[in-house]
């Protein structure tokens, strides 16, 4: 299902920007972006070595309308500000060899002290999330689960991946997109924020959407139609056109089962296993 937005993410600032809240750092405020925090609003903090990536497709369409309104917030944390050396290393070849490179646990450590800063120990409030195409695969299920934290704080990924020692340290969740490999985490983190943030009160404008739609209840969405009625000798059911809203309910609940049955029969085996 894809959102349509009633019109373009204004630039300018809403009125829900004077509620801004003051926290210590631990890194120089030159640094850093520019996000003074929203105080109550949700809040994705991203660890790249890619920062300019961020928003992205997130500051487009209602999720970026809904940014502009400030009903989320998004900081990116440069990986590099964290480095070493002239060239800001963050890391180093593999122990035991092997090809590639590996985040360094020092540097990423301090980059996860810096984001974690102040706030909430409970991974249930604020999940801190590693993007890691070893991870358990991303669902609607955690989606709804992070939209009920305060935030969360994603690590991306790059190169050969990051040292274990951060991982387990920091009692960190590995999450994966899908049974892949990708160059690094920020297209993944973008498609989990964007799961995550159309769950958040008012930024769809429409509740019943999201209890309609594909995997909200287990089931792949309906099929849908819209004007006209006759396309290329192609017509709508006759049932969505009658007006008898039991029928048309009826209609659309067998054809999820059957669409899931046929195109997604994991999904359907564990519908009817619990």
């Not at 102040?118 to 604020?126: A, F, I, M, S």
């Not at 993007?131 to 305060?150: M, N």
């Not at 690590?155 to 892949?180: A, Q, T």
Request: glycine content about 10%.
């Amino acid at each position: 299902m894809t959102d349509q937005p009633d019109n373009k993410p204004q630039k300018t600032l809403s009125k829900s920007h004077g509620r801004i809240a003051i926290r210590p750092t631990l890194q120089p405020r030159d640094l850093m972006v520019d996000t003074p925090d929203i105080a109550g609003t949700w809040k994705a903090k991203i660890i790249t070595l890619l920062p300019t990536a961020f928003p992205g497709m997130l500051g487009e369409s209602l999720t970026g309308k809904a940014l502009q309104d400030g009903l989320w917030q998004i900081e990116p944390i440069d990986l590099r500000i964290f480095g070493e050396g002239k060239h800001r290393n963050v890391d180093d070849t593999p122990a035991g060899g092997g090809a590639g490179m590996v985040l360094r646990p020092d540097i990423m450590g301090k980059a996860v002290d810096f984001a974690m800063n102040g706030l909430p120990q409970d991974r249930e409030k604020w999940p801190l999330v590693y993007l890691s195409p070893r991870g358990k695969r991303f669902d609607q299920a955690t989606a709804k689960r992070w939209s009920k934290a305060e935030g969360i704080t994603m690590i991306c990924g790059r190169f050969e991946g990051l040292d274990e020692r951060v991982i387990n340290h920091f009692d960190i969740e590995e999450v994966s997109l899908g049974d892949f490999v990708l160059t690094g985490g920020e297209i993944p983190a973008q498609a989990m924020i964007d799961a995550t943030v159309r769950l958040l009160p008012g930024v769809l404008g429409n509740a019943e959407s999201i209890e309609e739609e594909s995997h909200s209840n287990g089931l792949l969405e309906h099929p849908q139609y819209t004007r006209p009625a006759e396309w290329r000798g192609h017509k709508i059911p006759d049932v969505l056109m009658s007006g008898h809203h039991g029928k048309i309910a009826k209609w659309r609940e067998d054809m999820a089962k059957q669409l899931t049955q046929e195109r997604r029969p994991d999904m359907w085996r564990i519908l009817n296993d619990t």
